[in-house]
Structures are given as C-alpha cells and as structure tokens.
C-alpha cells in the first residue's frame, strides 16, 4: 500500500508554517521519541545484568551482541518497509512488538528462572525488530513538519537522545535495585508502550501523487536495489553518505573503546574518564540546544564538511590531552562539532531525499553507523595494544577528517542548503 493512500497521512498546511518547538504534533512525536529511547536504554540495562546474573561474562557478551547481527544483515529491508507501509504506522507497529517482547520476558523472569536463551532470543527480536524501526524512525521527522524545520527537529531529537542516555541508566538501576532484572524489564516496557498513545496522535503530511506512485513499484528486492541507484545517482546523498560513513568510521573507535584504554593508560580511573565523557554529553547536548532554539543554519554543506573536519583534529588532540581536565576541555569540543555535523547530515538528508525514498536513505545511513562503524571498536582495541593510544587516535582522526575532505571537495553537497 501506498504511503500516500494511508488515512493517517493528512494536509496540516497551516501548522507547516509553525516553529518545530511550538507545534503540538512535533512535541507528540517528540515525547514519544523520548519515551521510547528512555525504554531502551532502561531495556540494555535490565539485559545486561540479567545476562551476567544468569550465564557466565563470554555469554553475557554475546548476549549483548545477539541484536547486531539480524540489526545490520536486515536493516536495508526495514528501510523498504518503511518506504512501502508508512514510517508512522511502521512505528507504532514496532514499538508494540518491542513492547509486548520486554514485557513477556519481564513476566517469565518474574514467574521463573529460565537461564539465558530468553534473554538471547529477546537480544535477537530486538535487533530484528530494530533493523525496521530505526529507518522508519529516521524518516518520520520529515512527515511530521515543515522541512524548513528538519534542523531544529534534528536538534530536538539529539536532546531527547541526551536525555534518556542520562536518564534512563538511572532508572534501570533503580529497577534492578528495586525487583531485579524482571522489574527493570517491566519499566523498560512501560515506557516504550508510552510511545503508542502518542503516536497514534500524531499527524503526517501527505505525500504528492508522484511521490507515492514510486514508492513501491515491485517486488522488495526491485525496490531496494531502485533506492541504492536513486542514493547512487543523487549528487548530493551519494557524497553525504560517504563523508557520514568515513566520519563514523574514525569517530566511534575513539570514543567508545579507545577513551577507555586511553584512561588506563594516563590512570585517570573510571572517574576521569566519567567527566571526560561527561564533557562530551555536555558538548553534543549544547549544539542540540542551540538548533532547537535557532532553528536553520545557513550553508549547510560547508557547516557539515568544516565541523566533520574541524573534529577530527580535536579527536588526534584528545589522546595527547596531558590532564583530565585538557581531556574533558576536549571531549566538550569533540562533542560540538560532532554535534553539530551530525544535526545538519541528518537535515540533509531529511531534505534531500525524495519522500518515497527516505526510509531507504535512512536505512543505509544507519547501516553506516549501526552495522560498520562499531566493527572498528576491536580493531582500534587491537590495534592501540600493539600502536599505543596516540597513532590510533591520529590514524582514527585522518579517517573521521577525510569525511569533511569530501564534504567540502564535492561541490553539490559544499553548496547544499536547507529549506528555508
């Protein structure tokens, strides 16, 4: 079916003109957003110790590690799906299977003690579940507002994603402390059912008569292989995505494994590399501040290359960093400008892509950062055992800068703006 024939899908064009901020059906997509990333952080952390409660720590790593295999082999099909049915009822249908998932394992653990296979089919389920709602995710924002307003919506969502990494650690420690692992799961599903209210309540734009007549035009391997021709072909989403992937490449490494050794290394314990990480939510939540109360910025492609690039230098700094303080100094830059390229790649991409197309869009995008990018964390482990910590973070650097280089050398997306 049609996104276009869907009786969700209406005309709001006097709230088009809106301000993102002050529209009521963007905070109800907003909240749900929230709610639903709160239930998943609560969800790793209620799956994480009932792993490590039930199995030994090989098997509570691999646990843990269930979901990105089906994730990453099954996330350019999702992006067809969401294309074909709707973002918005791919959404809700995703969060309910998500929700009724957590909460039949937070019943089973309740009742009983099964070991760890229902913990590693719900691991699977998830990822599963995950490779359809992540692009369906990314290509609701578009639906929902004006594109004029993609940057703020951009900066709005990074600041709920700050929020439930802040929040909802917490919240699945206070579970687990308060009923085990069965009650951190019953709060994680809690939260994500939440989101179903609220989506339900919220509206879509239509799409133009053209745009959905091409929006599923056969079979779902014809459609997948016309989206990666239209991304192939598109002057501007074919480099953007090449910078997006060189610029997760080089970051992810870093700032997840590598930060940890580099603490070690410098013995600033688990304490400094806290504020070190500390002053890098703090950078990324400020930029995603500053775009939800500014809204559009100007020069768009230019503002990505230069901030991908001007990172990049910033994490070849952090491994030379002489003290915690220099490093957290650091980390907040780093999270600055990874801010602020990552809010106007995601604009673009919202704003470049033809709406038939964008869950496939986003589904490469995320299969870039979700399925490649975390493979370079046993590499960058592996290698700063043999290198040490400062070749890495300089070779992680030059890949991450290289992402700007091709942002500002390919002049279609150099000159790509966002819709006023």
């Known amino acids: 079916m049609s996104p276009a024939a869907s009786p969700a899908l209406v005309r709001t064009a ?3 003109e809106r301000a993102a901020h002050r529209d009521p059906n963007v905070l109800r997509w907003l909240g749900a957003y929230t709610s639903s990333m709160v239930g998943d952080s609560v969800y790793y952390i209620a799956l994480s110790w ?50 009724a998932a957590v909460l039949a394992v937070a019943a089973l653990l309740f009742l009983a003690s099964p070991g760890l296979w229902p913990l590693a089919l719900l691991a699977v389920a998830f990822g599963t579940v995950d490779a359809v709602f992540v692009p369906a ?14 940057a703020r919506v951009q900066g709005m969502r990074g600041l709920a994603i700050r929020f439930a990494s802040v929040v909802g650690a917490p919240l699945g420690g206070f579970g687990v402390a308060a009923g085990g692992a069965a009650a951190a799961f019953g709060l994680a599903g809690l939260l994500i059912a939440a989101s179903l209210p609220l989506l339900l309540s919220v509206r879509t734009r239509e799409l133009t008569a053209d745009d959905g007549a091409t929006a599923s035009g056969g079979t779902a391997r014809a459609d997948l292989m016309a989206g990666l021709r239209y991304i192939r072909r598109h002057r ?17 490494g870093p700032l997840n494994v590598g930060l940890t050794l580099l603490a070690d290394e410098r013995g600033w314990g688990a304490s400094g590399m806290g504020w070190v990480l500390a002053g890098f939510g703090v950078g990324a939540g400020a930029v995603s501040l500053l775009l939800t109360v500014r809204g ?16 990049s230098l910033a994490i070849g700094a952090l491994a030379h960093a002489p003290t915690v303080a220099v490093a957290v100094g650091t980390a907040l830059l780093v999270g600055l400008l990874a801010g602020l390229s990552g809010a ?13 197309y964008l869950g ?8 870039a950062s979700l399925g490649l990018s975390p493979l370079s964390m ?43």
């Open 360 to 367: 496939r869009v986003t589904a490469v995008s995320s299969l």
């Open 236 to 252: 501007v989403l074919a480099p953007l995505m090449l910078a997006i992937t060189l610029g997760d490449l080089g970051f992810v």
């Open 378 to 420: 046993p590499l960058s482990a592996a290698a700063i055992g043999t290198w040490g910590t400062g070749p890495v973070f300089l070779v992680s650097a030059a890949v991450c800068g290289l992402g700007g280089v091709v942002a500002l050398c390919v002049p279609a997306l150099r000159r790509a703006e966002l819709p006023r």
């Open 137 to 150: 995710v990314g290509a609701l924002p578009a639906r929902v507002t004006h594109p004029g307003q993609l």
């Open 14 to 16: 006097p709230a088009e």
């Open 344 to 356: 106007m790649c995601g604009a673009l991409l919202q704003t470049q892509a033809d709406p038939a």
């Open 296 to 311: 559009r910025l100007p020069h768009a492609g230019q503002v990505a290359g230069w901030s991908i690039l001007a990172g």
């Open 50 to 99: 009932a792993a490590v409660q039930e199995g030994t720590p090989a098997q509570a790593g691999l646990v843990m590690t269930a979901s990105a295999v089906p994730r990453a082999l099954l996330m350019l099909g999702g992006g067809v799906i969401a294309d074909r049915f709707g973002p918005r009822r791919v959404v809700i249908g995703s969060d309910a299977v998500r929700c």
